[in-house]
């Protein structure tokens, strides 16, 4: 958007802070001085002292409430302790909002210029969670600043800089996108920095850390992978992945044409007791996988898939992210109605770059799309009663709801949805332009423009829509509210048809489903008898309307036996394959076991992509490689060729 439109955007969203709020007695513009402590990480605690400027008079404090990334207001205030206020050596008392729980209210005395603040951070154990989730482990740490400091109300994230410095355990070693000023010992003091900056800047550090370089050759940028593990045998990148993600970064290039960042570091956290997770930052990322990810082949294709998604959102989800996921300040509420494209869009770019750089195969990518086909349809109840729209409307809420009875509730589905939702714009581009275009030419309309380090370009619906009439013209709000507003059983693979292929089921597992199934001991039935049980027999999810449903199990109860033997994937699966009528289970619930029998002959059922006769194979010419180090008019040369 124009820049004087921009700044009467964040006007009219600073107006809507004000009524209510307390008059900020806080110095405007002053530094505050962050000292953050992260010497006793192993003990799981981080120790905090602030010193802000201030003026005499009411103030309040926020701590961070609404996470950038997150989508919900799960800034960790229960795990903040310790909080003490001083002036001149005097305690301050202080009192927490009724209304607000991440809101502090005190008053500054007379004679007081600069307030003196301590708090201390508990690092959960619990492996869940986001980046309130499990962060230090005896060997590693990940900082996200938001969870260590509090900010004065009244003035806009950027306008509020830090001073900031962090101790380290003794002879550990630190990455971030951070700028540095200087390093003492195990203190590193960095350059000011504005609060938004300073959040969407963590630092990984570490006793065993790597740093991996992935520039492509000719790119002015700078891009690392920065490993911190729990295991130093666990930081050995075989030299291949570490040219799959050298090629990512060249993919990017070509894709948007453009990067809005000073340099890019990947931050990667390996360990078996952390959450794991990927969160988005604007020159870096943070992403937690198992310790193994890297030197187990299996393990590696968890990060084709996590770390492309996280990188993709430096251009969308930072650089261009919707209006109304843009507030200037962390406890104003958000509205995720466009997380279908924040979300949903970089969920279908990232795999189609991890195929594009060889991190996946293109067999791999179409045993993806397949699962993700079968998982929204045919036949998924939640689908006849929850649209698409309200699983990113609800995103706040689904995020955190239990995995049982997924499949009647939804989850934040606009991810999922999201691969097949772009998959119908690409294909449909490429229909409308006789393949002259495709959504490589959205993406450099959009996304596009020169590179002034970070920076937010607001949208919202409509400039979508608008963007992509630029590129192809078409009833685009129509297409998008058809995706949006069903509420179809049907699975929802027009793209996948569009693209020449069609979703099958035969009793085949692919080995991507095998090997998730594998790697969690489980089995992924939910196409058969509608069952996905987990680790010992555990029944995550029922599908309603299934056999199973119908016979009466549900999510929650255990499988004990089958047919009489005790119950393992295997078993149940052998007997599903053998068509033998009826098919006897038993489950145990609340200590209570009892057998229950059903006729199913269906066979084992498992989802496929196969060519559709008769049909351009789309999907193929898709992942394809972009053609890198080309001027920008050969990169529109070859939008032309379709690809």
Known sequence: MPLSRRLFFLAILAGLMIPGAVQVSAQPG???RLRVDASQAPMRIIHTEMTMPVRPGPLTLYYPKWIPGEHAPDGPTANLVGLKFTANGQSIPWRRDLLDMFKFHLTVPAGVSAL????????????????????????????????????????????????????????????????????????????????????DSPVLAGQYTRAFNVTPPGDPIHHEIDVAA??????????????????????????????????????????????????EHHESDDSRAPLDSLINSQARQFLGL???????????????????????????????DLLWVYEGLTDYLGPLLAVRCGLWTPKQY????????????????????????????AAQILYFAPPEWTNWRR????????????????????????????????????????????????????????????????????????????????????????????????????????????????????DSIGLIIGANGVVGDSVVGKPAYDAGISSGMRVVAVDGEAYTP?????????????????IENDDYYRTVTFNYQGGLQFPHL???????????????????????DQHWLYRGNGQ
């Open 30 to 32: 002053a530094p505050i």
């Open 116 to 199: 003196n603040v301590k708090l201390d951070y508990i690092e959960p154990e619990a492996e869940s969670g986001f980046s309130a989730g499990a962060s230090a482990t005896e060997k590693l740490v990940v900082i996200s600043w938001n969870q260590d400091l509090l900010y004065p109300s009244g003035a806009l994230a950027q306008q509020i800089i830090y001073d900031a410095s962090l101790r380290l355990p003794a002879g550990w070693q630190f990455h971030t996108a951070l700028p540095v000023a200087s390093q003492s010992g195990d203190e590193i003091r960095f350059k000011p920095v504005a609060l938004n900056r300073l959040v």
């Open 230 to 279: 729990d295991d130093p045998a666990a930081l050995a990148m075989p030299p291949d992945i570490q040219k799959d993600f050298t090629n990512l970064v060249a993919q990017t290039g070509a894709l948007f044409g453009t990067r809005h960042y000073r340099d890019y570091h990947f931050l990667l956290t390996l360990s078996d007791h952390v959450a794991h997770f990927g969160l």
């Open 306 to 336: 996590l770390l492309p998604h996280e990188f993709v959102h430096s251009w969308n989800g930072k650089f261009r992210r919707p209006a109304d996921l843009s507030p200037p300040y962390y406890d104003m509420p958000q509205k995720t």
């Open 366 to 393: 179409r045993q993806y799309l397949a699962l993700i086909a079968a998982e929204l349809g045919p036949g998924r109840p939640g689908r006849t009663w929850r649209p698409l729209q309200d699983t990113a409307d």
């Open 411 to 526: 989850s934040t589905d606009f991810y999922e949805e999201g691969d097949l939702l772009w998959l119908d714009v690409n294909a449909t581009i490429r229909r409308l332009t006789h393949g002259k275009k495709s959504l490589m030419s959205f993406c450099h309309l959009f996304y596009g423009g020169p590179n002034l380090g970070p920076q937010l370009k607001p949208y919202t619906f409509n400039d979508v829509v608008n963007a992509l009439n630029q590129v192809a013209p078409y009833d685009w709000a129509g297409f998008f509210h058809h995706w949006l507003d069903s509420t179809s059983a049907a699975a929802p693979v027009a793209g996948v048809e569009a693209a020449g292929w069609k979703l099958v089921f035969t009793s085949e597992e692919s080995r991507l489903e095998e090997s998730e199934d594998e790697r969690l001991h489980a089995a992924d039935l939910s």
């Open 570 to 586: 295997d078993v149940l699966k052998d007997a599903l394959a053998s068509g033998s009528q009826p098919l006897s289970v038993l």
């Open 610 to 632: 196969v060519r559709e006769p008769g049909k351009r194979d789309v999907l193929d010419q898709i992942a394809k490689p972009l053609p890198v180090n080309a001027g920008e």
